[in-house]
């Protein structure tokens, strides 16, 4: 325990301009050059921060993190991809034999499967350059191995002699998508659309079927090849009139983009054959129109399937059936029968057959007159003709 | 072609399936296109954030990055930059030159008594008091007459007495005022930029000097938007290159807090400011413009020294000044050709050349002049920039020691003559940083002074523009600068004392962390090692403020050979300049005892001392208030916060 002494002084007391030690020197006034991004912090100090550093860092820190997203995402090259996304590549598709390219999936190879079609001519740059990015053979020179799975080696599918062999594939699948006229070919037979086409339930298949659910993606698939955009689509139960009957005229009168000159058998190269040649452009145009004439045929019938399965044919028959009734009861008061109308129909009918008839016999009668006057008129003619003939050898 | 999915909306809906292209994310971190505008006098220069995200001057159409404010008016023909400079030899009454300067300005206020040869100012004769240029330009003819109403069969026409449309394009005269010349110049740097983007320019900012009047200002601001494009900031000039100079790509941004002098030596005057700049904020201690100093009069001096040569060579008399309407001429053509010379100065330190076709009475010229003949001839004017320089350090009562970089504008600044004039006769220390010495000027580098004040505008252009949608800021920065960049700064150094009873001058180790000159709200972060005593482990610092100055010291003698007897005349020994820290007021102390002390391990010399890492941090309030907290880096490592209110 310490001892406690006391010493004989009384401390004075605390002055009243006391301060403990402070900044002893003013500020001095500065005028800031409105310039560069710590000028702007100084703002935001000042506007929004009340000059305190505490949420002026929190504020900082989310705009780095906002920018550090932004970044990543540029980092990932995600910036100007249009949706094209990377697909997987499967050892099969890699393996594509570039001499085969006719029968290759265009898309596929560009993976572009997810849009098919839809790909706009900016999104298949898009894929075509990553694509090339990724398989150039120069690319590839420097990483051995690299792409290659252990079965595709083991079959020697990637050996270094067949490595361009994708990149082949890449170039042809672009030249098609390219251009508009081979794209236009390619997609009339689009393998994922021939896989799909004859999906269609026949009659029978459709009993237990929900009518607006089977037929609406069949008829979107269809609609893609259509010259006139939109295509209006099959609509819902429920729908009024005019839109089921403008759906089906629309599709009774179908114009169809579809040709199928991919499907040509190639001129044989070998032979000079100028008959050779023509016989096969000759049997290729053939099988062309053929299959066109196949194609509107499917079409006609499809759409005939769903005009005859369409419950709302049925509905609309019957709502007319039953306001031509109701009209019909409004004007013929109350107890006109449904077997009177008929008669009248009938007498109608008869009046209407007969009237042709007298029509029709009135104009024989008036053709034969027209003949007997042309007749007389012509033979008129030639006496004139005759007579003046006759003045003429006298003179 | 397959027929693409053009949603568009009817009764019926759409068959195609929705497209999965999602929308692209409008990015903020992509630069809309917008352009620096260094707008000088006789030059200007653009430069524009390129894709590599730097500001960059661009050249225009005519591959020029320094284009001459000059319009030419011949024929149908306007020229405008550089092409119209080669106007004022022969078709100098159609030349406008020099119009930035009378922006704004009324025809009563414009002097008219300097005798000049590119396209006099006159009264516009509509508008009262405003200054204007008259132009002789031809018109294109006027359309042919139209097609006759009576039809060609009936006959050809009867002679008429009418005379004849002229079909040769018509001799007129064009009134332009200062602001439709600016508008026009601005307009072609606006499209060099936008051709050079390849889109549309948004906006942008250009220099004004810092002598402009707020209707000199709104007449730059409206001329530029009668050209198109929408204006985000007039800059200072000394704020443009403070753009540059304060960005984190500068070469010296490693020094975060430093004094810089701007040197900014124009074709007719020399504009210096003092700059503090500390982390990227800005502000003048002092700035003074001397006029009548500047390129056009080395111009002056270098023409009258190639047409002494040429009278030499050739007993052709030239006179400069000239009198006569021949020799003035002769001067033209020699100030179009010595623009080159000076470059080739600037660039190489062999001799340059000066190539003159029929300079007078038809007898061609080239001659030569060398870097140390040039700097002769120029000696007066690096001079009188010297002597502002010092000037402006009295002013500010900053001395030479104390400025840490030397940041030079204008083209006539490339001179190394002039750099090495500055530094010795205003007695600038030896590690001064400058942008030859950083090697920066050569290649267009970012020191590059031709360039500077563009980019710096482009820089700000960027930044202004990548915003983002903070109204309030964007508010305070448009409406209430005056307010806002009136700032208070510290007047004296505040840092930390180390107590260390053999440091005999300060009795400790001297750590300066917030510097004079630095504008409020403040804060300053450092991060060092302490040694530790292992008994007790403790640390133990006093907060000071300092003033910093220097005194003289005599260098120790060098010890001299000698064998070279011929020079032994006694050499005057130059005083060295060496820093002082002199303590003003002790504004507190703090203690603590460290918990992350670590023992050095190994054979190094230091081996077996007890270390801490710690971390001072000093902020300073509005008001001046301090909050000093010094402590251990790592999980609860001990500190202490030292609080010192501000002066009542």
């Avoid at chain 1, 008869?350 to 003949?371: G, I, N, S, T």
């Avoid at chain 2, 990227?280 to 023409?303: E, N, R, W």
């Avoid at chain 2, 007993?315 to 309407?325: E, F, M, V, Y």
């Avoid at chain 2, 010890?559 to 003003?584: F, G, L, M």
Wanted: proline content about 6%; glycine content about 6%; some cysteine.
């Amino acid at each position: 325990m310490a001892s406690v002494k006391f010493v004989p002084i009384t401390v004075p007391p605390l002055p009243l301009d006391y301060n403990a030690p402070s900044t002893s020197s003013a500020l001095v006034q500065r005028t800031l050059i409105p310039v560069g991004p710590a000028h702007f912090n100084h703002l935001r100090l000042a506007v929004h921060h009340n000059h305190s550093f505490d949420t002026f860092d929190k504020h900082i820190e989310e705009e780095q993190k906002r920018q550090a997203e932004i970044d990543a995402a540029k980092d990932a090259g995600l910036e100007d991809d249009l949706g094209v996304g990377d697909e997987a590549e499967p050892d099969d598709l890699l393996s594509l034999d570039p001499k085969e390219w006719k029968k290759q999936d265009q898309y596929a190879v560009l993976g572009l499967s997810h849009l098919r079609h839809l790909a706009t001519p900016e999104q298949i740059k898009v894929a075509h350059r990553k694509k090339v990015l990724k398989h150039h053979p120069d690319k590839k020179a420097s990483k051995p191995g690299h792409n290659s799975s252990t079965t595709a080696m083991l079959i020697g599918l990637h050996q270094n002699t067949n490595d361009d062999a994708f990149f082949k594939c890449i170039s042809k699948a672009y030249d098609v998508l390219t251009n508009p006229e081979k794209r236009r070919q390619f997609d009339s037979v689009d393998p994922e659309f021939l896989e799909v086409e004859d999906d269609i339930p026949t009659a029978q298949e459709f009993k237990n079927l929900n009518f607006i659910k089977t037929f609406t993606p069949i008829f979107e698939r269809w609609a893609r090849f259509s010259k006139k955009q939109p295509v209006p689509s099959l609509g819902k139960l429920d729908a009024p009139k005019d839109e089921v009957e403008g759906f089906y005229n629309f599709w009774y009168n179908f114009d169809s983009w579809r040709s199928f000159e991919w499907l040509d058998k190639e001129v044989n190269e070998g032979s000079d054959s100028r008959d050779d040649k023509r016989y096969t452009e000759k049997k290729n145009k053939s099988e062309r129109a053929r299959r066109k004439k196949e194609d509107t045929a499917k079409l006609r019938g499809l759409v005939d399937l769903a005009l005859g399965l369409d419950p709302r044919i049925k509905r609309i028959k019957q709502e007319e059936k039953e306001a031509r009734e109701r009209k019909k009861k409004g004007s013929v008061s109350g107890t006109a029968t449904p077997k009177k109308t008929k008669e009248e129909e009938e007498a109608e009918k008869q009046r209407k057959l007969e009237e042709e008839k007298k029509k029709e016999e009135e104009e024989k009668v008036a053709k034969a007159d027209a003949k007997k006057a042309k007749a007389a008129a012509a033979n008129a003619a030639k006496k004139a003709r005759r007579a003046a003939r006759a003045v003429e050898d006298d003179s | 072609m397959p027929p693409k999915s053009t949603p568009k909306p009817t009764t019926n809906g759409v068959a195609t399936p929705p497209v999965q292209n999602e929308e692209i994310k409008e990015e903020t971190t992509s630069i809309p296109p917008v352009v620096g505008i260094n707008f000088g006098n006789s030059y200007a220069s653009i430069a524009v954030f390129t894709k590599e995200g730097l500001a960059e001057c661009i050249a225009n159409e005519d591959g020029e990055r320094q284009i001459a404010c000059a319009i030419a008016f011949h024929g149908e023909e306007t020229y405008i930059g550089n092409p119209a400079k080669h106007h004022l030899v022969k078709n100098a009454k159609n030349t406008i030159i020099g119009f930035r300067n009378l922006l704004g300005k009324k025809f009563s206020e414009i002097s008219q008594s300097e005798p000049t040869t590119s396209a006099p100012v006159i009264q516009h004769p509509d508008i009262p008091d405003e200054p204007a240029y008259k132009v002789q330009v031809l018109q294109p003819a006027p359309s042919p007459l139209p097609a006759s109403a009576i039809p060609s069969h009936l006959a050809t026409p009867a002679a008429s007495h009418a005379p004849t449309p002229r079909s040769e394009p018509v001799p007129a005269e064009r009134i332009l005022s200062v602001s439709d010349v600016t508008t026009l110049f601005i307009k072609s740097l606006i499209q060099s930029a936008a051709d050079f983007l390849g889109k549309k320019i948004q906006g942008t900012v250009i220099t004004v000097p810092s002598w402009f009047s707020d209707t000199q200002r709104r007449a730059l601001e409206k001329a530029a938007t009668n050209a198109g494009v929408e204006v985000l900031q007039l800059l200072d000039e000394a704020g443009a290159a403070a753009g540059v100079t304060s960005a984190s790509s500068w070469t010296n941004s490693s020094q975060a807090d430093r004094t810089q002098l701007l040197v900014d030596v124009g074709a007719s005057s020399v504009s210096l400011s003092l700059l503090s700049i500390r982390e990227g904020l800005a502000y003048s201690l002092a700035s003074s413009s001397t006029p009548g100093v500047g390129g056009d009069q080395i111009d002056d001096k270098i023409i009258k020294f190639f047409a002494t040569e040429f009278t030499k060579k050739t007993k052709t008399p030239l006179t400069i000044p000239a009198a006569d309407p021949q020799d003035k001429r002769a001067d033209a053509k020699l100030r179009l050709a010595i623009e080159h010379t000076k470059r080739t100065i600037s660039a190489s330190p062999g001799a340059a050349t000066c190539s003159v076709e029929s300079l007078k009475d038809g007898i061609d010229f080239t001659g030569t002049i060398n870097r140390m003949r040039f700097d002769l001839v120029a000696k007066p004017v690096y001079n009188a920039v010297a002597a502002a320089v010092t000037d402006l350090l009295a002013l500010a009562t900053v001395d030479a020691h104390h400025v840490d970089e030397v940041v030079y504008v204008g083209g006539t600044t490339c001179l190394p003559g002039l750099d090495e004039q500055i530094l010795v006769a205003c007695g600038f220390k030896e590690d001064v940083s400058t942008p030859f010495a950083a090697g920066t000027v050569v290649g267009g580098g970012i020191g590059d002074p031709t360039t500077i004040l563009a980019r710096g505008c482009a820089i700000q252009a960027a930044l202004l523009s990548t915003l983002g949608d903070d109204n309030q800021l964007r508010e305070a920065f448009e409406h209430g600068p005056a307010a806002l960049n009136n700032v208070a700064a510290t007047s004296k150094t505040i840092g930390l004392l180390f107590p260390d009873p053999t440091e005999e001058e300060l009795g400790g180790t001297w750590l300066p962390v917030v510097l004079k000159e630095t504008p409020v709200p403040a804060r300053r972060t450092i991060r060092f090692d302490v040694q530790l005593k292992e008994s007790t482990k403790k640390v133990a610092f006093e907060v000071w403020e300092a003033t910093e100055s220097f005194h003289l010291e005599k260098p120790p003698k060098l010890e001299r050979t000698d064998d070279d007897d011929d020079d032994d005349e006694e050499e005057e020994e130059d005083e060295v300049k060496v820093d002082t820290v002199e303590k003003n007021t002790l504004l507190g102390v703090g203690e603590f005892v460290s918990t992350l002390g670590i023992q050095i391990k190994g054979k190094s010399k230091d081996a077996g001392k007890w270390i801490a890492t710690v971390e001072a941090q000093v902020i300073v309030g509005v008001d001046g208030a301090l909050v000093v907290s010094v402590k251990e880096i790592g999980d609860n490592g001990a500190g202490v916060t030292v609080k010192v209110p501000a002066a009542s």
